[in-house]
Every structure is written in C-alpha cells, then in structure tokens.
C-alpha cells in the first residue's frame, strides 16, 4: 500500500490506466475501520471497477490533512472528516469541493458514567469535559451557543481513556462507533453516551472530497464514484460485510471481528450513514446553510464565507 508522504512527493499523475480505467488514489481520515466500510466494500465487491474506475483507498491517520493532499495534486479524492472541514476549506480559499456525505449524523457523542446528575446534554453545563484540540472550533461552538457551556469547562483529551475511567465524575467526547465500547471493554462500565445530532447539532460528516482539476477532468468519474460507494455502504450495513471488512483487516491488523461488528451495529442504530428515506450520501444547500450560520453566530467564520464553492451537489444520483 502507498503512503501519504510518498503520494505527497508524487503530485499529480495521469489517471488513466493501461486498462482504461481511470485511477483514484482516495486517502481516508484515519487508520481502516468500520466507519469507512462503505469504501472498502465496494472495492472488495468491484463495485468501483465496474464502473470503470481504478480505485486506491490510502489509510490517513493523524498527521494527515486530506484537503492539502487535495490542493496539492498528491490524491484525486478524500475523506473529510467533518463539517467545519468544509468551510475550513472555504476560508482558505482551497477549491477541492465536497461532492456526498456518507454520514448523514456527525457520530460525535459525549460520554458520561452512569451518575445522577446528568441525563442530559444540557445537564453538562458547568462540568468539566475533555476535548481534542480540533473539537473546539468544530462542534464545541455548537454547544457553547445551545447550552451556555464556557470554555473554563474544557479539558485536553489525549485519546486515552485511563483518565475517563479513574475519575467518575468525567466526561469525554468521542465517536458513537469507538470510545464508548473501548471504555467499556477496559473499565467494565456501561458509559452514558450522548451523540450530538440527536440533540440537533446539523454538521454532516464523512464527506467525500473531490480536487478542483480531477472533478474538472472527470466529471462522469466523480459521478461513478458517488453511485459506487453509495451502493458500497448499502451492501456492508444491509448485506454481508465480510469481504469489506477482510480488506480493512488486511489494512489494518487491530480491527479485530468484535470491535468492526459493534461498529457496524451502531453505524445502523443511531442511523448514521442512512438518512430518514433510507438515502445514503445525500447533502443539502439548506442544512449545509444552517450549519454555517450556527458558525457564524458562534464566531467561528465570516457571514460572508463562500462556503457554496467547497460544496458541489451536482454529482448526487438525483432523485
């Protein structure tokens, strides 16, 4: 499998194959795991080869910035990992564009032990929360502005869970799909766990992010992707999930079968990739408008953002 650091040195590439088909190197936010099996299926079923498309999926992790790769030509599309991605992108004046969203829920929760003073997202104001860097100008302006939180409330979260578990009264961001098993399995709890979206936060998440020259060249590629990886997703949570699952293994060795089955389970419970019709993929201009003005009130961007040139609907299976 190629890296990032050497897909950086290589810049831009001719995208058709010997074959014919034409070539997408598609690097993803994290290490291989369930939340990306939609992609990884549809490789592992051939849904993107029969659409004449020649995909490479390239693990990301945490030093890895899918939009620079994008700007810089080193990948053709990407995985975003979240909203204010998108209208970071905007601010820089990057020309990549989100073109699906294969979570229509940002599958971002905070995480309590079980206690009797918090039932309640709104239950967490004034209390300590441990947070990533990214997440104080991703969903934490949400929650400032919903609930009053301050930000003498948070504390830095380092992706470890011992401080969680040795302190009762914690509490932690995290993803539906991750965290609270981990924290369960370690600390032998049954964390309380609270995922933003069904408390009304609109950011969708998981986009798939297609370079401004690729989209320009390729147009009927892009489109093809889109559909492939549509019905990638419908075949890993509807079908059997095996064979995507068997490429992220061969990717990476720590997902082992219980932690990508409670993945998946959750990915299907909390609704995350499906939509309320059962659409996968599909975004909005009205839902990606309130998510900036929820931004703008925040203080985060600008009112007069452009957010519309980093968000590009015209590739969606219309229905």
Request: aromatic share 10%.
């Amino acid at each position: 499998m190629a890296t990032l650091g050497a897909l950086a040195a290589c810049g831009p590439q001719d995208n058709a194959t010997n074959g014919g088909r034409v070539r997408i190197r598609f690097a993803t936010d994290w290490r291989a795991q369930a939340e990306q099996g939609g992609f990884y299926q549809a490789v592992a079923r051939g849904f993107y080869a029969d659409k004449g498309l020649d995909v490479a999926l390239i693990q990301g992790g945490p030093a890895v910035n899918v939009p620079q790769l994008l700007e810089a030509g080193a990948i053709e599309m990407g995985l975003g990992s979240n909203a204010p991605i998108v209208l970071a992108m905007a601010g820089a004046g990057a020309k990549s564009k989100a073109v699906m969203a294969s979570f229509q829920k940002d599958p971002q929760v905070l995480i309590t032990h079980p206690r009797d003073d918090v039932s309640s997202l709104a239950d967490m104001k004034g209390k300590p929360i441990m947070l990533a860097d990214a997440s104080i100008n991703a969903f934490w302006p949400w929650l400032r502005a919903k609930y009053g939180f301050t930000d003498d409330q948070v504390r830095k979260y380092t992706f470890n869970a011992a401080p969680f578990l040795a302190d009762t009264n914690a509490i932690q961001q995290g993803y539906v799909t991750s965290e609270p098993y981990t924290l369960e399995k370690q600390g032998n709890i049954r964390p309380e766990v609270y995922l933003l979206a069904d408390s009304g936060y609109p950011g969708y998440a998981a986009m798939t992010l297609v370079g401004e020259g690729f989209a320009n060249a390729n147009p009927q590629a892009v489109r093809d992707f889109v559909s492939a990886t549509i019905a990638g997703w419908k075949d890993y949570l509807r079908g059997d999930p095996a064979a995507g699952n068997a490429l992220i293994v061969k990717d990476n060795p720590d997902m082992t079968p219980d932690i990508l089955a409670q993945a998946r389970d959750k990915l299907l419970s909390y609704q995350i990739v499906e939509a309320q019709d059962g659409s996968i993929g599909q975004m909005t201009l009205a839902r990606w408008g309130e998510f900036h003005q929820i931004m703008v009130n925040a203080g985060v961007v600008a009112a007069d953002l452009n957010w519309q040139a980093n968000v590009d609907l015209s590739f969606l299976p219309q229905a």
